[in-house]
């Protein structure tokens, strides 16, 4: 879990880094587009629209895909914090994975209410679009 915050939080920075560098590139774009007007003409001008366009929809990509990976890190945030509330479930026995918007539950659980109970805590969770079921048993059932 912890490897996966680390990730989401060095896309995000680096999503902002990027971000910070085009805003400041569009920010000189006037500049730009009068010099291309006085040195190339319409065409010039029309030319950095283009690549200012092509750069901003980049950017939206690139930020489509950081609220993606933030929106999985959040998903398996929250069900495992419901899982470490809830005295039915061992959270520390549970390993919770979330690729866009499925959720892997693996690990061991002694119970299969303890299993019942995990994978229901997943389901209720708003955003999940799915669960898959990789836990196994390791006591007595009851």
Do not use: C, Y
Not at 22 to 44: I, K, L, S, Y
Not at 113 to 141: C, F, P, Q, Y
């Amino acid at each position: 879990m912890f490897r996966a915050l680390f990730k989401l939080m060095l896309l995000l920075i680096v999503v902002l880094l990027v971000g910070g560098f085009f805003a400041g590139w569009w920010g000189r774009a006037p500049q730009a587009e009068r010099d291309a007007v006085a040195t190339a003409g319409r065409a010039g001008a029309e030319r950095a629209r283009e690549v200012a366009s092509q750069v901003g929809q980049k950017t939206a990509e690139a930020a489509k895909v950081a609220q993606e990976a933030l929106s999985d890190g959040s998903l398996t945030a929250k069900i495992k914090a419901k899982m470490a509330l809830d005295d039915t479930v061992k959270a520390l026995d549970l390993n919770v994975d979330t690729v866009d918007g499925v959720v892997t539950v693996s690990g061991k659980v002694r119970t299969t209410a303890e299993h019942d109970r995990a994978l229901a805590l997943a389901r209720e969770t708003n955003g999940v679009k799915r669960v898959i079921d990789r836990t196994s048993t390791t006591g007595a059932r009851d």
